[in-house]
């Protein structure tokens, strides 16, 4: 069964920094379609902060732009989040998203979602 593995997160002061990580667990079999990290905050929608596609192109949320960075290690099925200059509303709980191709007897296309991992930025 393939599984996202979320870490990192936590509790930072304004202007902090923290890391997050994502790796794709249960297979070695696939490529990438994209990649990403979504965040929902308390009685707020989900929205997408990050995203990296196969081709390393990356995407961020103009609220993040120049603090963020994504970044994809091919070598061990993980993604990375790093945030710098945190502020508090930032806080949210933070979800890995992935939308994968599967390599087995039929090329299969499936998407994940991570178990979430709360970061909150103190002020």
């Known amino acids: 069964q393939v599984q996202l593995v979320e870490s990192g997160g936590g509790l930072v002061q304004a202007g902090g920094s923290l890391i997050l990580s994502c790796t794709v667990s249960g297979t070695d079999n696939f490529n990438y379609n994209t990649m990403g990290w979504y965040r929902q905050a308390p009685g707020k929608q989900r929205e997408l902060v990050a995203q990296?596609?196969?081709?390393?192109?990356?995407n961020y949320a103009d609220s993040v732009k120049g603090r963020f960075s994504i970044s994809r290690d091919d070598a061990t099925k993980t993604v990375y989040l790093q945030m710098n200059s945190l502020k508090p509303e930032d806080t949210a709980v933070y979800y890995c998203?992935?939308?994968?191709?599967?390599?087995?007897?039929?090329?299969?296309?499936?998407?994940?979602w991570g178990q979430g991992t709360q970061v909150t930025v103190s002020s």
């Open positions: 998203d992935a939308d994968l191709y599967l390599i087995g007897s039929t090329l299969r296309r499936e998407h994940r």
């Open positions: 990296i596609t196969s081709g390393v192109n990356t």
